[in-house]
């Protein structure tokens, strides 16, 4: 084995740590759900996908129905660390309604290279 290859090796090993683990965090985020602009934070985030919150979202809205298991979730989602701000689709895979905030599991779907490398950014630094 090479120079070169076992510095690949130590590389894949480092990053295979966090795919797949989730990183508490506070980032803030947005979504439309129906004609309506919610704001949402994520708390934790993995390569994969993440979980946020909803809040001051009452049982007596429209949108709090709307929000349904296997939906699609666009967030436009702004990484503290850098200031820059991506756009993830996702699909919802989990919903926890209280009475006043709802709690989303979202698994991202077909996210492009530049939003994975800033996840990756965000996620081991």
């Excluded at 919903?95 to 698994?107: E, H, K, P």
Aim: hydrophobic letters at 45%; glycine letters at 6%; a neutral charge.
């Amino acid at each position: 084995v090479g120079l070169g290859a076992s510095a690949y090796v130590a590389e894949t090993l480092s990053l295979a740590r966090y795919f797949g683990k989730r990183f508490d965090c506070i980032l803030p985020a947005m979504t439309m759900i129906g004609q309506e602009i919610l704001s949402v934070v994520i708390m934790d985030i993995s390569r994969d996908g993440c979980q946020c919150v909803i809040r001051d979202l009452k049982r007596d809205n429209p949108v709090y129905d709307a929000i349904q298991v296997d939906k699609r979730i666009d967030l436009k989602v702004k990484f503290t660390d850098t200031g820059k701000t991506a756009s993830i689709n996702g699909a919802m895979r989990t919903v926890t309604r209280d009475d006043d905030r709802v709690v989303l599991g979202v698994m991202f779907l077909d996210v492009s290279p530049a939003v994975k490398a800033e996840l990756d950014q965000f996620i081991t630094h």
